[in-house]
């Protein structure tokens, strides 16, 4: 079993960045693929970013390639999204997401908030 804790929401106006955080509890953390979704409201929960196990291994959705990456620290239990030229329409909740490699199961954390202004 896996908890994960988002941390690193906030406002920020267009252009400017933020650093996600997500820390999760256990000693198993390497065997965990991870990933970033984000809901907006009224809108469906949508993949943003994952990164592989190993740290090697990231895919990006099409809307933020080029301004989010992906990272990960497996000796803190922590993965990161930064969040570079952010736009009004990133607005959203940002979950992260633990994928155990061996089981399938997933993780999901409580969410974090960020609102771009304009």
């Known amino acids: 079993q896996v908890q994960l804790v988002e941390s690193g929401g906030g406002l920020v106006q267009a252009g400017g960045s933020l650093r996600l955080s997500c820390a999760a509890s256990?000693?198993?953390?390497?065997?965990?693929?991870m990933g970033w979704y984000r809901q907006a409201p009224g809108k469906e929960r949508e993949f943003v970013a994952s990164?592989?196990?190993?740290?090697?291994?990231?895919t990006y959705a099409d809307s933020v390639k080029g301004r989010f990456t992906v990272s990960r620290d497996n000796a803190k239990n922590t993965v990161y999204l930064q969040m570079n030229t952010l736009k009004p329409e990133d607005t959203a909740t940002y979950y992260c997401i633990a994928g155990n490699v061996g089981t399938g199961k997933e993780h999901w954390g409580q969410g974090t908030r960020v609102t771009v202004t304009s």
């Open positions: 990164i592989r196990w190993g740290g090697v291994s990231t």
């Open positions: 256990g000693r198993t953390f390497s065997r965990y693929d």
